[in-house]
């Protein structure tokens, strides 16, 4: 099948991010980047790093608790490879979350050194937060601040729409309006995005988006799909994704008048059940 659903792409946001990204800088000591665990090339703009020249960077890959493990511990080791700082999180549960700040702190021992040496260690680390729709980016800085989530006054500097939130006693997180929107002129990335609902399905069709979804579940995670839909891979072997997708709605019982497969219904359960988790954990993306 060489056909994808497409997405539909707004350019004028990207210069819009990489305003907004650009004009804050100065005001932070660190850019930590939220990932989600499931598409770590995909859910990140590859241009980011040319936005933030030398700022230190921190990635996080958050909804772990999705993805696959042992490809997670992949990603962390490919991060560390190429010498960026990167943990995995979970921020409905708080996995990971108290590794973070440990983590931005190493990260940041020279600047705290040099804060030290010229009497400035009580000034408090200050870092921005950037991620793309729906990643988690407001799950995890309210786990990260807990009961401590608190406005900090408006800075000079700051436009409005910006927050400071204190997270701890000496560090303090630049909460950004906007989103850090991927490059998804590559329909693929697009296509991973809409998977896990990273765009709205309205822009997408939902059909084509199921049966792509379907037909890599079969070839990566074959046992999770046959589980959840108690189907065998003799019934799916030789199936055209269309006919995989009415399998599954049949199995289902969505069925229309005349008894006809309702593919849209199924289609939408689908995503749904991918989006929630209930397939278990499975990565789209692993590290080359
Ligand atoms: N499974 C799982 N779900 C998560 C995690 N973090 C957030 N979510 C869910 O993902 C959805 C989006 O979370 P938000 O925190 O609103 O994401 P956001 O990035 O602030 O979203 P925007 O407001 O669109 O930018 C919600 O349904 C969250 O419950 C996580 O670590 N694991």
New binding site residues.
Partial sequence: MTEQASVQWFPGHMAKTRRMIKDSLSLVDIIVE?RDARIPLSSSNPELHKWVGDKKRMVVL?????ADPRITALWLKFYKEQGITAIA????TGKGIPQFLPAVRQELSEVLERRANKGMAGRPLRMMVV?I????????INKLAREKRAKVEDRPGVTRGKQWVTVSRDVELLDMPG?LWPKFEDPAVGEKLAFTGAVKDQVLDVELLAMRLLDWMRREYPEQLAERYKITDDETADLEPYDLLCLVGRKRGMLISGGEIDTLRAATMVLDEYRG?KFGKMSLEVPE
């Fill in positions: 939220l958050n909804k772990c608790d999705t999180t979970d921020s409905k991620g729709p729906n990643v988690g980016k407001s799950s995890f989103v988790g």
